[in-house]
């Protein structure tokens, strides 16, 4: 029997590559979106549907609105939660924009999930490196990040995205740990890799678009692939013995020089950005998932290049001719 699972927020560039999955596996999926009306958002993943017949379903669900998810949710396996706001720049009020959304929107799925726990078996959350580290450092000492540390030093006014997503997380396991529900989050840095959908808002599509067209250099330095990260929350719903926290990221840090000499050697015809020649920093630790869900992550230089590829396909990005 096929089981039957929930992606919140499937419109969102992780959950797309994470439904993909999980349809190419089997599995009935059930997908939470904002509106069924905006076929901007929905186009691919209605295509996705059509090529998986019977097997993907949409269905309207906010994260500020209190039981959204409580009929999606009903009777399904497993719940995969993904939406929050992802969003580093441009940002009116963080309370508003970043913070109710995440944290709300967390307790109405874990809360939805409590309901149904005669029939959910997990709930797999998307959380952050974020909620884990507290600077671009490392720990100190010569030490790494592991999946013990909490970022207790972002608020409201320091780094709020960061904020949401510790304290989104936060409020996941105080609810799980009272309810006896099983959770496991998957903590990703900046995800990186091939999309899905024509859409170019997601902070990760945004900051490649910017850098292929030579408009922005900048890039957080911590990162992974889409398809590894999808595939995480595959294992961490699979492996019985899942437990905790997984770190799903590169150990070290990478710089855009990195970034550029790779993008500038694979499309020779494109003039990129030179890039910062910073120092490659080993600061997590991402042990745990290697061993315990046995997840390989793929090279940076595959997950950039197809990227690209992707990127210029679907007519997002238009890389500056030489
Ligand atoms: N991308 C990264 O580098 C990265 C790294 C670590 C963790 N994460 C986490 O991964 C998750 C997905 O991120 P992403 O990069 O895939 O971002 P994304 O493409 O911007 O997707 C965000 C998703 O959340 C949904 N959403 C936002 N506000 C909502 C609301 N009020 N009600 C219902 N849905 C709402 C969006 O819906 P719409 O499509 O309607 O806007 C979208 O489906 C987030 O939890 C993020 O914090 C991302």
Request: charged share 25%; with cysteine.
């Amino acid at each position: 029997m096929a089981y039957e699972c929930v992606v919140t927020g499937a419109t969102g560039y992780i959950a797309s590559e994470l439904v993909k999955q999980l349809l190419e596996k089997g599995y009935n999926v059930k997908g939470s979106v904002r509106s069924l009306n905006n076929k901007e958002k929905i186009q691919h993943l209605i295509n996705l549907g059509a090529a998986f017949p019977g097997k993907l379903t949409l269905h309207e669900a906010d994260l500020l609105s209190d039981g959204s998810f409580d009929d999606i949710v009903k009777g399904t396996d497993l719940v995969f939660h993904t939406a929050s706001p992802f969003v580093i720049r441009g940002i009116e009020d963080p309370q508003i924009d970043l913070v109710d959304p995440a944290v709300k929107g967390t307790k109405n799925v874990i809360g939805a999930a409590m309901k149904s726990k005669d029939s959910v078996r997990r709930v797999v959350l998307t959380s952050s490196t974020a909620a884990v580290v507290k600077n671009r450092k490392g720990p100190g000492n010569g030490s790494l990040y592991t999946e013990e540390d909490w970022n207790d030093e972002s608020s409201l006014t320091e780094s709020p995205y960061m904020y949401s997503k510790a304290q989104a997380e936060r409020a996941a396991w105080d609810m799980a740990k009272e309810a006896g529900l099983d959770l496991v989050t998957i903590n990703p840095s900046l995800v990186l890799g091939p999309v899905l959908t024509s859409r170019a808002d997601a902070t990760s599509i945004i900051l490649m678009k910017e850098f292929v067209e030579n408009t922005e250099g900048s890039m957080l330095p911590r990162q992974v692939d889409v398809r590894d990260v999808a595939r995480a929350h595959v294992l961490a719903a699979e492996v019985a013995t899942a437990k905790g926290r997984f770190i799903v990221s590169h150990e070290s840090t990478v710089s855009t020089k990195f970034l550029s000499d790779i993008l500038s050697e694979h499309f020779p015809q494109y003039r990129f950005p030179a890039g910062e020649d910073t120092p490659s920093i080993k600061t997590l630790d991402n042990s745990k998932v290697r061993t315990q869900l046995g997840l390989q992550l793929r090279p940076l230089k595959e997950t950039y290049i197809d990227m690209v590829t992707t990127l210029i396909q679907q007519g997002i990005a238009v890389p500056v001719a030489k």
